[in-house]
Every structure is written in structure tokens, then in C-alpha cells.
């Protein structure tokens, strides 16, 4: 349905990430120019890369850790999306049942361990990103939606989730949306946060601690040098090259081009969007409640994700995933219209009390999908580099706990972490182009005509289910 109001809220929408365009960014620090050693290099400065560095000088104050960033910290993924920190590491309780069954109570402890964990050092550094242990309340729109969602309280009850399933009353006194037919409330789960300002905070942190940190600088190339590596950056003054000599490395490139060929098989960048609206005037917010501040989610194939910020604004997101034939990653391709029209549209139809308001900031990112939603990880140059990548849509807690990961592959040493099934297992590969392409684009096709049947999966997604292969954000 198109609205009549969508053109006009979205006609002086600043083209770019909301949480990046604020007066706190900090100024970039300088690029590397010539040679320098270090005993840890970080390549990204990601939260991935960011918690690396600072849980490896937490650890150990000695050690010299470098990071080096492409653009500046937090300008990608971690500085544009929709700040839920879950405790999950599986990409949602369901995924991990179906993939770990074996393990899932421990990764269930460990989830909980490192939200924990996020919340602690956010308190320690003092960092200022609006942490808030609101929960995720997630919605249903269609009747058919009704049964899953319990189906998943069920569930999150038996692994000790703090739930409770709301009819259409009650998850309309929460929020108001007259599409909203039940929910579900995981009241402990998920924790909202500010994503860029947790990104910024976290290099502060990793400064204070003596890591040394060159942004727009990009790793080119990565070789062996004796019992080191090598790596080769462009970037410096003038675009001067600049060389670190390393005993370790980790990548924490996300959906970037990998500096290791392999991870290419299991890898695919997918553009995700969202809108950011005006602060809310007193009589707009009374109008939707929302007292809670939960966040929020639609529980379709193709769902929307949205949040309150600490001003009072909404954050709206999701819905289409967009891949690009060849993993095809380009500046111009986080602003899309088509998608920023539809999603203001189901916007207006979530809050139609809410006409007249206008958005502020369009943006997409990339998320790192792989077949099995979740972080997988591994190392390579006999255990000198360890990486860890395929976060999906849910990288925000995970991303810490991928930092341990790989602090204790370098360790070398097995460890509680390195003996997990998630940590040793692989994804299954995509599929070279053009099947990758072609497979992508027919299960995207599939999952929107679920959503538009009832849920009913057609022989493909059937086949897929059954190979425990998928598409996700
Ligand atoms: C629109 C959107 C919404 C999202 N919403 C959520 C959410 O609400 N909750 C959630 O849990 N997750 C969400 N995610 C996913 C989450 O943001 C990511 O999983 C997480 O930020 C990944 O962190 P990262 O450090 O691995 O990657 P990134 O933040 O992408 O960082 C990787 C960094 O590596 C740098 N780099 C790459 N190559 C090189 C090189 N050769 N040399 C030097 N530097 C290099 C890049 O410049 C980049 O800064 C969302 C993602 C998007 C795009």
C-alpha cells in the first residue's frame, strides 16, 4: 500500500548512518607510514577488532598490540546498526537448538557470560553508549505467526529465559500498533545500546590502555617473514605504504574483501537498512506508550527491527536483504530508495498516530552472512592468525565473544572456548558465482513468498531447511 505521506518524511533524510553524523565522533587518528613491529597486529577496527585489542591488553599489559583501520573505528557495521546487544551467539535461541544441540546450554552460559561481560566494562571504561536492559519484545502481524511465537516462548522458558507471551491487548498496551496481534517479551535477553558511541567508547578504552591505532590505513597484503608475518598497508601520508612485522595477527574484517583467500567460500556481504526519524514530540510518543522502551521485532521471514534512542528518536529497520552478484561491496550501494520507500511505508502502517513525522537519516551496511547465521572461526599460518567472521545480523554481543575466540586460538593452548563445536565446525560454503547469485536470490524470492502465504515454505526452503542451509540478516 502506498501511503501518501512516505515522500514527504523521507524527502530531508540526510543520506547517512544517524549514529555516525553526531558532534561526539572523534577525530581520526593518524595513518601508519613506514615500518614498525608489534607482537599482536588487529587488522579492522570493528567492535571485533576493538575488543580484541582491548581484552588483549587487558590481559596482558605488555603486550604491543597494533590496530590498523581501513576508514575510521566504528565507521561500518558496528557504527550504523540497530545497537540490540543479545546475549545469544547463535543468531537466536532456535538456530543454536537446531545446529549445537550438544553444547547449546554452554553457549547458552556463555551468551549470558558475555552480555554480562559488555555490561561490566561498559561501567569500568565508563563508557557513554545508553546501555539499557530493556529485552526484546517480538511482535506478530499475522495469525499464523501466533503459534510460532509461542512455540518459542515454550522453548526460551526451558533454557531459563525470563518470557512472557502477550495477547493482543497486552503487547498493545505496551507499544500500539493496531498491526500487532501478540508478542512475546524476552525480558532479559537483549540490552539496547548507543552502536557508535559503544564503538568510540571502546576505542578510548584501547587507547587508554597503551594500543597503538593508525586509521585509513588498509592492509594490501599479508605474507610469512621469518617466524612472523608480514603485513603491507596503503594509506599513510600521501598514500605512503607502510610495513608491519607481527608474532600474531587477527582479522576482524567482517564482510569485507578477506586478506585470506579461503574465507571467501564463506562469506556473503548482504545490505540491511534503516531509517531514523525526528525526536518524537511528547504527544506523538503518548500516542504509541512504549514506556518499556523494548526492542522491538516483527517475527516474519522478512522482519523489522526498531528501537527508541536515548533522544526520543525511532529507529526503523530491516525487511530486505540485498546481495550483489560477486560480492559486490560499494559506497553507493548503502543508500537504496526502493527499500527506504518501503520501509517508511510499513513504518506508517505500524504507527499510523504517527503521520507526519518525518525521518532524519537513511543508511545501509553490510552484515558477514554465512549458511549457519552465526560466527565461525579458525586460524591460519601455523596458528600465527585467527579470525573470526559470519556474525550475520546479531554481531553487536557476539563480536566480544569472537575477540576471546580468537585471543585463545592465538594462545595456542586448548581451552574451554577452542574445544566448542561452534568454534571447530565450519559453515557450509556458498556456492561459486553465478549458482551463488542464482541460489541467493531464489531463496530471498521463497522467504517473501512464505511471508505472504501464511509462513507455507515451498520446495526449495524445504530443501534448504533440510540441508541446514539458509539465508538470513
Ligand atoms: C544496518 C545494520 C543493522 C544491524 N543491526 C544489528 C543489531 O541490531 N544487533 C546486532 O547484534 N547486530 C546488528 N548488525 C550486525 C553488527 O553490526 C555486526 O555483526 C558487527 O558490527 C560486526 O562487527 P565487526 O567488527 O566484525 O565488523 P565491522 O564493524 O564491519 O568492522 C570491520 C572493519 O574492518 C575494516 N577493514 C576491512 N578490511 C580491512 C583491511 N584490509 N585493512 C584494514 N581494515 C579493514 C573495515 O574498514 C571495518 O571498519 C547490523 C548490521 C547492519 C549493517
Same mark, same amino acid.
Given at each position: ?12 533524510? +540526510?543520506?547517512?548512518?544517524? $549514529?555516525?553524523? #553526531?558532534? !561526539? ?36 599489559? =605488555? ?6 583501520? &581501513? @576508514? ?21 535461541? +532456535? ?61 526460551? #522458558? ?26 512475546? $517479551? /524476552? ?12 564503538? $568510540? ?6 587507547? /587508554? ?35 608491519? #612485522? ?17 574465507? #571467501?567460500?564463506? %562469506? ?52 530486505? +536483504? ?31 498516530? %504517527? ?19 552465526? &560466527? ?25 565473544? @569472537?575477540?576471546?575466540?580468537?585471543? =585463545? ?23 561459486? !558465482? ?13 522467504? +517473501?513468498?512464505? /511471508?505472504?502465504?501464511?509462513? *507455507?515454505?515451498?520446495?526449495? %526452503?524445504?530443501?534448504? /531447511? *533440510? ?7
Amino acid at each position: 500500500m502506498k501511503l501518501p505521506h512516505t515522500g514527504r518524511a523521507l524527502a530531508d533524510a +540526510a543520506p547517512v548512518p544517524y $549514529w555516525l553524523d #553526531r558532534p !561526539e565522533r572523534p577525530d581520526p587518528l593518524p595513518p601508519l607510514a613506514g615500518p614498525h613491529d608489534a607482537d599482536l597486529l588487529v587488522v579492522g577496527g570493528g567492535y571485533s577488532g576493538l575488543w580484541t585489542a582491548l581484552l588483549a591488553k587487558e590481559a596482558d599489559p =605488555d603486550r604491543d598490540v597494533l590496530l590498523v583501520e &581501513a @576508514g575510521t573505528c566504528g565507521w561500518a557495521a558496528s557504527g550504523r546498526n540497530g545497537g540490540f546487544c543479545a546475549a545469544s551467539l547463535t543468531h537466536g535461541l +532456535a538456530n543454536g537448538v537446531d545446529r549445537f544441540p550438544g553444547e547449546i546450554d554452554e553457549l547458552e552460559r556463555l551468551g549470558r557470560e558475555n552480555l554480562a561481560a559488555i555490561a561490566a566494562t561498559v561501567a569500568r571504561h565508563d563508557i557513554d553508549c545508553d546501555f539499557e536492559r530493556t529485552g526484546e519484545l517480538a511482535v506478530a502481524v499475522e495469525p499464523y505467526q501466533l503459534a510460532g511465537l509461542a512455540e518459542d516462548a515454550e522453548l526460551a #522458558r526451558r533454557y531459563g529465559h525470563d518470557v512472557r507471551l502477550l495477547d493482543r491487548d497486552e503487547v498493545r498496551a505496551e507499544v500500539d500498533s493496531p498491526t500487532y496481534l501478540g508478542g512475546m $517479551w /524476552d525480558r532479559d535477553r537483549v540490552a539496547l545500546l548507543d552502536p557508535a558511541k559503544l564503538a $568510540w567508547g571502546l576505542r578510548r578504552a584501547a587507547l /587508554d590502555l597503551g594500543v597503538r591505532l593508525h586509521e585509513h590505513t588498509r592492509v594490501t597484503g599479508l605474507r610469512r617473514d621469518g617466524g612472523a608475518l608480514r603485513a603491507t598497508t596503503a594509506g599513510g601520508p600521501d598514500g605512503a605504504p607502510g610495513v608491519v #612485522r607481527a608474532r600474531q595477527v587477527v582479522l576482524a574484517t567482517n564482510a569485507f574483501p578477506p586478506l585470506l583467500r579461503r574465507l #571467501r567460500a564463506w %562469506l556473503v556481504p548482504v545490505y540491511d537498512y534503516a531509517l531514523m526519524t525526528e525526536p518524537l514530540t511528547p504527544v506523538q510518543r503518548k500516542a504509541i506508550g512504549w514506556a518499556n522502551r523494548q526492542g522491538l521485532a516483527d517475527v516474519g521471514n522478512q522482519f523489522h527491527y526498531y528501537r527508541i534512542t536515548a533522544d526520543g528518536r525511532i529507529l526503523f529497520g530491516g525487511y530486505d +536483504a540485498v546481495y550483489h552478484y560477486g560480492n559486490r561491496m560499494a559506497p553507493e550501494l548503502a543508500q537504496r530508495p526502493a527499500t527506504f520507500t518501503a520501509l517508511a511505508e510499513h513504518f506508517f502502517t505500524t504507527f499510523p498516530q %504517527l503521520a507526519g513525522l518525518r525521518f532524519s537519516h537513511r543508511w545501509g551496511g553490510v552484515i558477514d552472512t554465512c549458511t549457519r547465521f552465526c &560466527a565461525f572461526f579458525g586460524t591460519a599460518y601455523e596458528g600465527r592468525l585467527a579470525y573470526a567472521a559470519g556474525f550475520t545480523g546479531l554481531g553487536v554481543g557476539a563480536t566480544r565473544f @569472537g575477540a576471546r575466540v580468537m585471543l =585463545d586460538l592465538l594462545g595456542g593452548k586448548e581451552t574451554p572456548l577452542t574445544r566448542l563445536d561452534l568454534v571447530r565446525s565450519k559453515p557450509l560454503p556458498f556456492p561459486p !558465482e553465478p549458482f551463488r547469485a542464482a541460489g541467493i536470490n531464489l531463496t530471498r524470492w521463497s522467504l +517473501a513468498r512464505a /511471508d505472504a502465504r501464511q509462513g *507455507r515454505r515451498n520446495g526449495w %526452503l524445504r530443501t534448504l /531447511d *533440510r540441508l541446514g542451509l539458509g539465508f538470513d540478516s
